[in-house]
């Protein structure tokens, strides 16, 4: 059985492996996490890229609750969903900014998959159907932080 901290960190984990298409950051940057939801008429495809040539410009997924900034939405709920606390406006002790994502899941399987995670998504739902979203390939990396409640965990 996986402590609580172990989880959170591999939920942080998962949602960065869907997440990954490929978001980079500049150094010095805040969090690259997202909260608020964009416009449900949906956009072209927009580039990320600052150039043709390739080179990306920092692309936030979250940067503070609420911020125009933030490009997905957490809006693609999987698995024992029932089991994910989610707080997209924790303001105690953020590592930038004046908010955090905080998530705590269970493990009760509430739906019976012993499993969650959330896809960020643009437009919010959508699964690859609706037009709109961004345009990311050639990313190389997605960064985030995560911690546990106290730190120090194991």
Known sequence: MR???EIKILMAAL???LLFQGCEKAEGVGPVVATSAPSEKAAPRVSAKVSPSGVFKTFPIYTDAKSPDNHYVPSGWMGDYGDIQFDD???TNPHGGSTAVKVSYSNKATQGARWAGVYWQNPPNNWGTRPGGY???GAKKLTFWARGEKGGER
Do not use: P
Request: no cysteine.
């Open 3 to 5: 402590s609580k901290f």
């Open 89 to 91: 406006s924790w303001a």
């Open 15 to 17: 949602a960065a492996g």
């Open 135 to 137: 345009d990311l390939t």
